[in-house]
């Protein structure tokens, strides 16, 4: 699957973004759709995972502020993002992992293969 995202921007501080991924490939559905995001000078981070099924895994620093989505009809992913924080400023990145991958696969780049170009997410204070 073919990933890309968009949505980024800059917001202040307690503002809200959202994030979209668009794929395209016959089995989006069958995918598990994460998002990461990297700040300068860091290793990407995993903040949020849907899986085939659903169920939905968030990181701690992100957990109750993000929410992610999928619309498998428009073969899309979303990440809302609400009370933002300057420390949530980093690229973000859309990824797909594939029907074969283990579920604590998930949580790492490494368990993805696809990946969309990246979008920038600048919180101000």
């Known amino acids: 699957v073919q990933l890309q995202a968009s949505g980024g921007g800059l917001v202040q501080a307690g503002g809200s973004l959202r994030l979209s991924c668009a794929a395209s490939g016959s089995t989006f559905s069958s995918y598990a759709l994460g998002w990461f995001r990297q700040a300068p000078g860091k290793e990407r981070e995993f903040v949020a995972v849907t899986r085939r099924s659903g169920t939905t895994s968030y990181a701690a620093s992100v957990k109750g502020r993000f929410t992610i989505s999928r619309d498998n009809a428009k073969n899309t992913v979303s990440l809302q993002m609400n009370s933002l924080k300057p420390e949530d400023t980093a690229v973000y990145y859309c990824?797909?992992?594939?029907?074969?991958?283990?579920?604590?696969?998930?949580?790492?780049?490494?368990?993805?293969?696809?990946w969309g170009q990246g979008t920038q997410v600048t919180v101000s204070s």
């Open positions: 990824a797909g992992a594939p029907i074969t991958t283990i579920m604590s696969q998930l949580w790492i780049p490494e368990g993805y293969e696809s």
